[in-house]
């Protein structure tokens, strides 16, 4: 019989319990407090849960990062945001130009180095025009005597946040000031050109 290797997560219901302690106590403590008596609840009954199998092994949320290059359903894209505070704290951009936000099950890692940048998505022409760029938007951007692949994160008017494209828990970024924003491009040549400026 063949073996596969399988992810399973779940989601428990809360699990509410009652401890003493001391006035005062901080919650580190009252949380050592309340280990073993969560822990000896769960083995008496298990608590309600949700669960989805996934074929693989999968990203934990914690190596989820801007700029991460993934597999999601046999489709390859890349993370371009996460904010752990939101019911689906993981937003990828795909290969055909969708940008989901996901609770990151079934993210598989991507572990070819070519395979960086083969997904694109390039603005619009009409934010081009505008010469604006939206979160989750590629661009290329010369940092000392290279041209990096990159993603726009978080912007505001004065500033953006952008990451380089990479296929390990990298999260190497550039926070680019207003007067930098003409520093990204949107292809190559146009990078280059500004390497030799």
Known sequence: MKMVKKTVRLELMPIQITVITSIGASDKETLKLAEPQVIAQMEEKFPRYRYSITDGLTLSQEECEPGRMIRYKG???YIYEVKLSRKHPVS???SDGRKLHIVPIGLEAVDDESLIGTVW???PALMKEMKEWS???????????????VIIGKSTSTTKRVFELSITKLDKYH???A???HLLC???EEAR???SK
């Open 193 to 195: 050109a500004l390497l």
């Open 175 to 177: 926070n680019l000031k």
């Open 135 to 149: 979160i989750g938007d590629n661009a290329y951007l010369p940092v000392g005597d290279t041209v990096r692949k």
């Open 186 to 188: 949107d292809t190559e």
């Open 75 to 77: 489709e390859l894209g």
């Open 179 to 181: 007067n930098q924003f």
């Open 92 to 94: 990828i951009a795909l």
């Open 121 to 123: 998505n390039e603005r």
